[in-house]
């Protein structure tokens, strides 16, 4: 992390004051590291290389969405994985190769379809019978394809985020045959180009095994079942780390066994290797981004818990509630290292909208304090919402000692926008 206390005792972002960002722009903001956004990148760059196979990385835009940050990945020499016709409007808008993009979705409307179609994206993931029949029936020109199966397997992560278990709305499944239909469905479409399989068992995952396990049991079905494919697409996943609890999974690592695995199966089963793919959201820009908020309210229970309210909360910052996420959350204007355990509370009406329970800060945290919680890079931007007419909070990327606006604040004009008067 690049985020750190200077010899003032001010937490800075690549040289940058978080106070000063939160003191000139407001808060909730959420502000990148974009060096760290791009090393990130390069890290999976470096370990496909290492590998020697033919690879591809799409960014899974769904993480967080914005024409800057589209840019920037394509400055990467990354794809995108895009999932609904607003992600692939936004990606165009920022003026992204289509022919780098894949459309994915487990209930694409006929009007996604088309357009993905029209924009010319590289290929669809394909998740059900009935999206071929559709695409063969919309499609005005041919396009390529690959066919999101579901393994049946668990993969060690929260529930919420398991992708490959059996009961799944995603994908079709390996042992119940569905899969195969839509292989022999995809190769006779003479609108539909088959490329290949795709699997994501889930994301927030800290350990190779369940992508190895899953590689030998589509390896194993494409043999029995004679399959030939050119592109092997193993999804998204690798964790980060958002407390010190949690696990790292070093990407060089992963890549390295999961390529292995892929190497090793090939040749068990005599088959080509075909192109890698890969759609990490969450490593890409999980850890490079945090969320700066100022503490508005402090209520004590005296010996049940301290409430430390903040100007923002599920609006900006879902996950808690969703999943029990768990966050770290540091003191921006001082480094005070006399910690006690509070909860941390959003401003909006649900009990459950915290960003933490028994989270450290400082004794000495007092109202006009400036907070920063980490790891806020991915699923918060992208999974916020104007519950109690919340506005959107503004992003800014820091780079060079300076920090620009990405995204600016929603503000209260188009809060109404769209309502009829
Ligand atoms: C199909 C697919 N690919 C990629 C991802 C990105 O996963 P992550 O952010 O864990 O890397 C997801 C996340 O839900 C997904 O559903």
Redesign the pocket.
């Known amino acids: 992390m690049t985020v750190k206390y200077n010899d003032q005792g001010v937490l800075t972002m690549g040289n940058v004051s978080l106070q000063t960002i939160a003191a000139s722009f407001g808060t909730p903001t959420i502000v990148y590291d974009e060096e760290q956004i791009r090393t990130q990148c390069r890290r999976f760059h470096e370990a496909f290389k290492e590998s020697g196979l033919s690879y591809n990385i799409s960014y ?1 835009s ?2 967080f969405s914005s024409i800057q940050l589209f840019k920037l990945m394509e400055e990467e020499e990354m794809g995108l ?1 895009v ?1 609904s016709e607003g992600e692939l409007y936004t990606a165009l808008a920022s003026g992204f190769d289509p022919s780098k993009i894949h459309f ?1 979705g487990n209930n694409k409307t006929n009007e996604e379809i088309e357009y993905a179609i029209e924009s010319g994206v590289e290929y669809f ?1 394909i998740d059900s019978l009935d999206e071929i029949t559709r695409i063969n029936r919309l499609a005005s020109k041919p396009i390529k394809a690959v066919l ?1 199966v579901n393994p049946g397997v668990e993969a060690h992560t929260h529930e919420f ?1 398991q ?1 490959g278990q059996e009961d799944s709305k ?1 994908g079709l499944s390996i042992k119940h045959g569905t899969a195969l239909e839509g292989v022999r469905a995809l190769q006779e479409s003479d609108k539909i180009d088959f490329k290949g399989i ?1 699997f ?1 068992i ?4 800290f350990e190779a095994d369940g992508t190895i396990n899953t590689i030998q049991i589509v390896f194993e079905w494409l043999k029995e079942h004679d399959i030939e494919i050119d592109i092997l697409n193993l ?4 964790s980060i780390k958002y407390t010190e609890a949690d696990k790292s999974y070093p990407i060089e690592d992963g890549i390295k066994l999961i390529t292995d695995a892929i190497k090793e199966n090939s040749q068990k089963y005599d088959m080509a290797i075909p192109e890698i793919s890969i ?6 820009v ?1 850890e490079a981004g945090v969320t700066l908020y100022q503490v508005g309210t402090i209520k004590e229970i005296p010996n049940v818990n301290t409430y430390v309210s903040i100007d923002g909360g599920m609006s900006d910052h879902i996950r808690t509630a969703l999943y029990d996420a768990q966050y770290k959350a540091l003191l921006v204007n001082r480094n005070d290292e006399d910690t006690h355990e509070v909860t941390i509370a959003g401003k909006l009406c649900e009990s459950g909208d915290l960003i933490g329970r028994d989270m450290k800060l400082p004794k000495s945290t007092k109202i006009g304090d400036y907070i920063a919680v980490l790891s806020t890079g ?2 918060h931007y992208s999974m916020s919402s104007n519950y109690n007419q919340m506005l959107k909070p503004s992003v800014l990327f820091v780079k060079d000692g300076k920090a620009r606006e990405v995204i600016k604040r929603q503000t209260l004009k188009q809060l109404i926008m769209n309502d009829v008067k």
Not at 279 to 284: K, L, N, T, V, W
């Open positions: 899974a769904k993480a994985d999932v994915h993931v999101r985020i992708t995603f795709h994501h889930g994301s927030q995952i999804g998204g996943g690798f759609e990490p959201g969450r490593s890409i999980g991915a699923y």
